[in-house]
């Protein structure tokens, strides 16, 4: 039994770095309709301020082309068709593109190496003039169509995980340094204000933040934030044709692991530069079932509540199932990263997603397990979790909170649930019979059982406080909001249900 | 506990009379946003054929009126300006009017007697001619712009109750019987296939169905069926500024009602006519309380399973809570007939009828409280329910189903319940401290919590048979759908879920 | 000829008066679906700021009620039931109540006394006391549901034109001032900042204007703005049962009257309280045909260009033939106010604000006829007008400008045109032979032809200056958009169109 | 001057063999929402049946994949996410697939040779079981998933173009009837009354029809219908890096390829066989600029007319610019095929299927120019058109119409025109600097020029006949409607326009 005693008074915020950024899948699939549609449904539901994903020089977008002329000669052509066409409709849905260069056009590539089924290409600039030009062709173009004053809180980040030889060939440290310092020149050559960085490794190469900084440094490449990616998953134990599966270390893991690299930037020639995490999730696999469950959404919980305290932005990689870096999906749930599966259907990290954007921004009390917050309408937000990595039944965890209510009305409780038996579509979709392609009945009944379950009471205060005792099942993951009543019962002159029948005093 | 062993075979058909028809708020209403947008849900989820309400000839739709000449004479001016757009909605939607003649105009009326709080007024015409000239135009208007081939369809019923003092002056039967003829006649001669009854009483007055068939019988009025009412509640025994409260009779009450009058009509000259239950509910009053109750659905569950072995149709008084009979509604919940409440939320009743639109057509067991059906595609539907009309705690009931499944396959089995804790916005606005006008959060709240609760699990088949064993709360009603499973998950190569992290086999 | 040469430089501004506020019909009406579709498409186009309109008080919107207790006493009963749906929906759609207190409800009134088709009461309440109770009430439940920072934003006018006998008793002066004083304080009750006017007279009686002001002075009754209506028809000279017919004033003759009447307040002891035209139009008729005419826009271009001088805002009235003033529209065109006509068809002042919209602040030259603007993007948008009071063919206009451009590129130039032969759905609907309740193919028609004429050119440019030399058919209002071209034709290297069957270099 | 006298009766039937069926790019691209878009739009204004394109088997779509055993071993896997996305939504659309089997999945493929930027695998299979099995996968999972009797209607045409060595690795005939036979074979194998046919050749080689028909006849290939392609432009006589120009041949020349091949078929082992032109236009070419002119709207009109007296279907190639055979477009209008181009805006052939689909069904008149018809309403619908091909201005043709009207009501004429001065977004953007990719106010304003202009009258009508005279200009292309006024316009009592400011008898 957790019991926490809430003082009434409090002056630290809660902050909302969890919201400014989300993972894409590549940026060609945004012209896709259900890639669409899901984010707009996350921006109504959750309303993240930027977007990054992999892709934007990608030959898919098409912005790289060349022309042969009347002389056999060719030159450079810029096609913006389809990137305006997806940045039109981010900034329509009230997000900003949180840029990432890369991969490398075919027709500039040095080699041939690609990563993922789509095959961007990762290798260096066969020509690191034409790749100035390009980026200067395309950061102009969006001055020119959206306004410098837009574009102004545009981050551009150069290249993603160059420290993997999967996605920079060799993982060449010297050639990356190079890449971002031609990148971001370019860029400060446009116009000095626009924001720069990187490095954007992927975790276990820190050594990268410190030397990229002082490259920076020394070789006078400007620099505005550090970006970094983080996973809390090892290797797979095991692979199948479809899925990896793989065991998750501890959630203070990352947290851990985000506070060193502060503390290395704190250190570097650039103390002062903002920190954003441009990808994190548990498994950094798009095939890892992990990412469908309810596991997913309770062990993020206390990474959502904790980890703004290191970083500047968390980016969750990625909204939607519209995803292709493993192939077209082969199922309806295939272990993708979304917070939307396929067809629309929620997944429980949707809700806690969802959740964390109802709290309010006084935080009144926050450990391991439950993050409890005052809105500005004086309401009580509490969102509350009860991860368990072991195997097994029971783990169930019992709170007792004593809370301020202002006014002392009596209160009323509304408590939202994801666990394994609500909110849970995976398991329904099990019983179902796995459904690789489901057919409507199937998807409107998925869509039923995506919502979480509602419990709702009112309870009186005393003294200006109220007592609430709950149980969670394991992994459940509740928001509990507490609205103090403004109640006009008395209002209803002679009301009096228990005249109608089946209903006794006691039912109504 | 109730046992049930249903047999493979059945030639049983369950008729949708119970789909026929459905009431509304008088149409002067139908102009509004709210109106609309609850018939568009209610047409999604249920689909009714047609749609009934009083207030075509009242004065808000303004199709009677007078305009005076040069020479101080005055001429009657048809105004089809509002009814025209509330028709084009209803057949936009799906739905064709099932027309009622009435209220009076009031410069048709001979008196000034009026009922409702919207006035309409219940006084003979005090010139039949006009009144003729009035009906000719209206109907050869509606063939004028929708076609005769549509208007053939529409049932022209004439007057609303007129064994009622408050519906009709003085319940002058005679003069009704006058109205009748000249009502019907002016149909028949624009043209002889158009339909037209009456007449249209409530119940307690029998005799006025034999006397009206006589009459036309004897008069040569031409009638192609006839109409009543229902309802089954007693005279209000507490009665405050907001709400009646009545007693209620048991259901069979009404089915019992509804064979004596079938017979009467099989007794009468016109024994083959269609029967129409023009209006029926619980009870007649908009503002009883038990319309919003999940109590007002498991009474009505066996109406709507049984009722069209007596009628042609049976007409919910009504669908929306859009209506302002009583006024306008004081209250979120003010005991208004509405299948859906003000801003949009679902009554329980509205959940009744959803069930009962997803009902196979072959009906393979029927009794009190349980009718099973299998859909085209081999599934099966029940509806099952626990109506409780005495008060206090308890009162569960027990099934035991043995029910056949095609091609012994496993099945899938998703529950869909209403009760008094799930599906029930009527008790959490109460837990609120019933605010009349819910601020944005508070419907959205009560949106939320309207919807049923879902169960879902997978069973095994013996020998082409499942077991079910269920048990419903009062006042519980529920559907229940059995889908054999079309099992993938071999499919899945290499698959074990207890690979997660959390999840043991057990869990999956 | 009109030849104007247009500078370079202007620091006047082009103020946006003429569209702080549009009239609506009575707000009972705003409940309805093709209200609300046509308020939409004005605030899309357009985009008012405020809306104002008669009836918040009146009894269909149904806020004041009476209850009877159990001992035979009665208490007020406000429901809000329907201004809440009502003023969400201005809400969401940008726009803001300018609230007008009126008429009185039924159970409050003095009297009998009623005015339009719809009835509302024009007699003073019989219990000040219970009238400043509901004053209370509804502001109080205003902030309680919007928030006090929304409801300060809120103007409140007391009453509508209390100088004419049919909308207030007897016109009595002394009275009205009652009716202020009393309305105003319970107002400022509920809190000090909110903003309360009057005296909303009609024109023709502005010793009101000066009368009111001292009693607000002498009587202390607060006031925080001037209210006053405008129109500039004469009585009609010709009535039938369908339509009024007058004669117009000259067009200066509505901004003389603002002008003096803001010497009035000038010279009173408030001389700086806001002046507001809280209602204007050509006619103050809803059933003379000039409100569907071309003559219409083209007489008011002059007023929208200029009133803005006068008067804080002014009002057109009213947005939308969706009014029942003079009963239930018996045609598609009556006659009516609307800038929307039935069945969403633009009339051809819709056109006349959708230009003003367009134009830039910078205002670079006015005259009667014409206003030159610059948008701050460096395009240019000129309305121009060729009003026609007399009868009979002729009257062209023929304009030349000498406009500057910068930077000296070529310009895109793009005309829209409403005259008598184009956006003026009025008149095919005569060549159709006035359909009264058209059907849906005609509708189409009708809003196919309601669209302004297109017509664009390039044109070169001349030591940064463009020449356009155009002419005006009578009646006729033009938008001119002048926009610097961004040429790339250069870019498509070997274009030649005259390469293609059929077109020439001339064709291209 | 043509002068047509039109009797009164008439028996012939114009037939809607232009509206069966309309191409696609890819289906790849039908994940897209702008793709979605356009064919909403085409289906409300044209409603085709079904839609055609390449790209089923492509890897983009992702059917055919391939899984790793734990042994080494591979077997196929079939995924369907994303063609039951697709499906779904043409289905929803109320259009159906007319399959075409192609491209060569790369898994299967016996080479490396691909055609179009997007790289379609046009090699033989490298097993043809694998193939079969491939064929049986989809079409059986088709009627899984939309059941039998909607797949009977689906044709299923075997690959594209196979007498073209760019579609078919070197135009090998025997291997063409090799992969017919077994792909046809495979479909009837799932239900014999599937529907499949070939060749689906390009013009030029007619011998490949009779080859093919005597192959199925001889060796018992299955064959439900038989297919080819018509275009009418030479090769190209320039090509610049973005466009093809080309010459267009006389447009009868279309009609007699199809008369010839009609008669082959006649003549052939199956003489009754159906015939569908699965592609047609002017040129084959998407880079073409004749496709967004005028002329390619009325060089086609006379093909619409007429191409259904000898095929029984003809597939417009395509429906939008939503294409990338020659890579992402590179510009706003960039000669592709699409009725809609990009940004939604409609082209002038858009419009001349939008008029064609206004006719009626009875044919009362036709030759090379015009086309007049009666619809069920008894009005007449009459497509005409002014086709030239020659450069130059006039060209101007002049048409005097003697028309029979039924009861001998005056007549409302309506008339829409497409020229080169009306819907024509084209030359609007060309006058705009030929903007790549436009602003968001510049393709506003190309939508509002792509609408038909629309000219209205009223006209009297003598013993029973009406005449209508006028005039088509350049490349115009008219829909004219003459529909019998019910007038009501003396019902207006007292009615007098000439009352109105500004208005005398003549203006109105």
Known sequence: MEKITILQQTETIFKKNWKFCIGTGR???????????HLKEVQEKINFDYIRGHGLLHDDVGIYREIELEDG???????FTYIDRIFDMYLDMGIRPFIEFGFMPKLLASGDQTVFAWKGNVTPPQDYDKWYDLIQAVVSHFIERYGLEEVLKWPFEVWNEPNLTNFWKDADKEEYFKLYK??????????????VGGPAICGGADEWITDFLNFCENESAPVDFVSRHAYTTAKPHKVTPEYYYQELFENDYMLKELKTVRELINASPFPDLPFHITEYNTSYSPINPIHDTTLN?????????????YVDSFSYWTFSDVFEEADVPKSQFHGGFGLIGLNGIYKPTFHLFSFFNQLG?????????ILVTRREDGSLAIAVWNMVLEKGDGFEKHFELDLPIQNNKDVFIKRQTIDENNGNPWKVWKQ???????KKDQIETLK?????????????????????????????VCLIEVNPINDETKSYIGLDDSQIPSYSKEWC
């Open 73 to 79: 000669s060719t030159e450079a052509f810029y096609n």
């Open 432 to 438: 179902m019979g796995r459904p690789r392609f489901p």
């Open 297 to 309: 959404a309770a062990y993020l919980a206390r990474i959502l509540s904790e980890a703004g305290d």
């Open 27 to 37: 940026l060609g699939l945004a012209l896709q309709k259900e890639y669409i549609e």
């Open 182 to 195: 031609v990148t971001s020149i370019a860029v400060k050559d446009v116009h000095p204000d626009l924001q």
């Open 448 to 476: 039923e059982v995506a919502k979480p379950r509602i419990r709702t009471e009112r309870t009186s205060t005393k003294n200006g406080r109220v007592k609430l005792t709950f149980t969670l099942t394991k992994n459940e």
């Open 361 to 369: 921004v006084e935080q009144l009390h926050r450990d391991d397990n």
